[in-house]
């Protein structure tokens, strides 16, 4: 792991921060890096929720650093590619909840890694922009050319990726791109607040919701179905459920073990 992305711990938060400022430009290393930490905290238990954000104020991630990134090599860009795509599908499978925490700028590749976050939060001082068009590039990480339109629906996801306009936070907020945002002197609260709201969820419960979610646009309905007919029996069996009940009897917060 290199000085790219930094790594901490706030109880049950674990944090991922793009550390290239000031505008936290992409290279294929950084993408490797998210990559391993995202696979690595797969099996650390004591991690209940995934905040990724990006340092400083200027950019969460404003695209690719195409000092170092080669679009017109077909090889390099064929690399870049597979580690993206492989990114972007631990983002939205993570058996945690993920949160981008969005501040300033975000662009072409940084759009890939916030908006395929469950719960996407952005300053008001935020913007988004995917004009890969204008590059003379086509997004070819599964993402703008096929995610966007199960997320937004196809006349908005084709307004973003053709016109590759400039999209201000509330904006985002209005189509559906973010989830929540907050003015830029409370958002770093705001993000704690919901990352620990998040890690105090039940673990299994929230794997169901997302596995159940992910297969109603990746595959069918009927499949998304049988998967939540799958979930059912382990959830109502878990010590959780006997937990949440409990908890909500004695009214105090509950204790999940993901079990």
Known sequence: MSDDLLIGHDGAVTTLTINRPPLNLMTLGLLRDIVAALEALQEREATRCIVIRGSGTRAFCAGADLRVVDEANPARAAETREVGIRMIELIEAHPKPVISAVRGWCIGGGTAIAWPADIRLAAASAKFRAGDVYLGLAPSW?????????YLGRNR??????????????????????????????FDEEVARHAH?????????????????????????????????????????????KEGVRAMLEKRKPVFRGR
């Open 142 to 150: 599964h993402l703008a050319n096929a995610r966007l339109v199960h």
């Open 157 to 186: 996801a084709l307004d973003i990726s053709l016109l590759g306009d400039d999209i201000t936070a509330r904006e985002a907020y209005e189509w559906g791109l973010v989830t929540r945002v907050f003015p830029d002197d409370a």
């Open 197 to 241: 709201k998040l890690a105090g969820a039940a673990p299994l419960a929230v794997r169901a919701i997302k596995e159940t979610m992910r297969a109603q646009y990746l595959e069918s309905p009927d499949r998304a179905m049988r998967i939540a007919d799958r979930w059912h029996p382990v959830i109502h069996g878990s010590e959780d459920v």
